[in-house]
């Protein structure tokens, strides 16, 4: 899906409550399934207006957000400023075209991004580099689903992942230690009418 549509979407992207309502049990999933300290330092990736990055701040030393749309950094940059958040800082960074940057984390978490990004092996390489040994990956996303959860018009490259599929790979390019947890499941209306059900994971991996 292009920036542009993320640019776009900005603007009004937190007022959809079932978003808010994924990011918040996403962020209580990684709460209980990774040990969080003040001494951590975060990589929230395709991190949108902050939502989820924001939700672990309390728990960490500092949180940088993530992402290839600038409308979504431009919400994000309010919301620091107006939030006087000094340990939370707003980057563009696309992982699949831009050189892996120096800085280094403890956790990194990507929650409902990876089925955006059409070369995940080379993005999860790139993670594998900016985590710190000992770090720990979180991949928040949806179970393999038959292509409705967009709607035609915006097309992306996975239609959810398999979990058994995605710690392969992981473990593949270095990760070790891969689990999953369901995060939730939810209702959403699709293109053809009605509603379907939708379930997201949370795999946790760390790099050794």
Known sequence: MSDSYFDRAAADWDDQPRRVQLVKATGAAIL???QLSKTMG???YGCGTGLLGLYLLPHVRSVAGADSSLGMLDVLNKKI???GLNDMRAIRLDLENDPVPED???LI???MAMHHIADVDKVFLAIHTML????VLCIADLDTEPGVFHPASRPVPHHGFDRDELKKRLEGHGFTG???VTVTTFAKPVEAGGEREFSVFLITSIRP
């Not at 710190?132 to 770090?135: A, K, L, M, T, V």
């Open 32 to 34: 209980h399934e990774v």
């Open 132 to 135: 710190r040994p000992g770090g």
């Open 81 to 83: 400023t107006e939030g």
């Open 104 to 106: 280094r984390f403890d």
């Open 42 to 44: 975060v990589l929230d």
């Open 109 to 111: 978490v990507v929650g």
């Open 178 to 180: 891969s689990r999953d």
